[in-house]
């Protein structure tokens, strides 16, 4: 079964700083799907960003960006120009291309940005 | 934009009681999904539907059931709450997989109390 880790239960950062959220996974399989999710304050969860395995190319939505080293199953997740926004709950998610219909989540990473 | 709501935001209920929360989306997306958040274990799926009338067990499916009559609606039943029922229920809802479209599309959430 896949796991995913996040090993960071809480950071804070300082509004217009960067900052990146570590994520890693656990699986044998060589194509899957990786997420990230953001979850504000009794807000709804909705998607960040997503990442394709196939695909070298690290995805990026405007201020956030991934590092995914394949090798070694990690998929980070960088916030630029931090906002007070961006405060929220972010899960990192896995999902297996084959023919599987769940998304395992890490545990998230409470993430506080200071004005 | 994809819309899927919750029947309650709050919900307090006594132990023992028959609890139905409601889920509905309105993108006609075969698959929906129910999770339970609690602080420090992030989202653990309970069940999933990949059809009307078509459900699979999760992680955690022990006390719970679900019901998928009509395929834009999903609901997750308590037969008899207990208070370590007691969490944030999700409702998700998946994109297009036919358009590799694995995004699952959250609800709001229900926070329910057991008594």
């Known amino acids: 079964a896949q796991t995913v880790t996040q090993s960071q239960p809480e950071m804070s950062v300082q509004e217009a700083e960067t900052v990146t959220l570590s994520c890693t996974y656990d699986?044998?399989?060589?194509?899957?799907?990786l997420f990230w999710y953001k979850q504000p304050p009794s807000r709804q969860m909705i998607l960040v960003i997503r990442?394709?395995?196939?695909?070298?190319q690290n995805a990026t939505e405007n201020r956030f960006s991934v590092n995914f080293q394949k090798a070694a199953k990690s998929f980070s997740l960088k916030i630029s120009d931090s906002q007070l926004g961006d405060t929220a709950m972010y899960f990192c998610?896995?999902?297996?291309?084959?023919?599987?219909?769940?998304?395992?989540f890490g545990k998230g990473t409470k993430l506080s940005v200071i004005p | 934009d994809v819309k899927v709501t919750q029947s309650s935001r709050y919900l307090v209920k006594r132990t023992g009681e028959k609890v139905f929360l409601e889920c509905v989306q309105d993108?006609?997306?075969?698959?929906m999904f129910w999770y339970r958040q609690d602080p420090g274990l992030g989202l653990r799926l309970i069940y999933f539907?990949?059809?009307?009338?078509?459900?699979e067990k999760g992680d955690i499916p022990e006390g719970y059931s679900v019901s998928r009559e009509k395929k834009e609606r999903f609901s997750l039943i308590l037969e008899s709450a207990s208070t370590n029922q007691t969490s944030m229920y999700l409702c998700?809802?998946?994109?297009?997989?036919?358009?590799?479209?694995?995004?699952?599309?959250f609800g709001p959430g229900t926070r329910l109390t057991v008594t």
């Open positions: 699986t044998s399989e060589n194509n899957y799907y």
């Open positions: 993108m006609d997306h075969e698959n």
């Open positions: 998700a809802s998946e994109g297009d997989r036919a358009q590799l479209d694995y995004e699952q599309y």
């Open positions: 990442q394709e395995a196939y695909k070298q």
């Open positions: 998610a896995f999902k297996s291309s084959f023919g599987s219909y769940q998304l395992t």
């Open positions: 539907s990949y059809d009307v009338k078509m459900k």
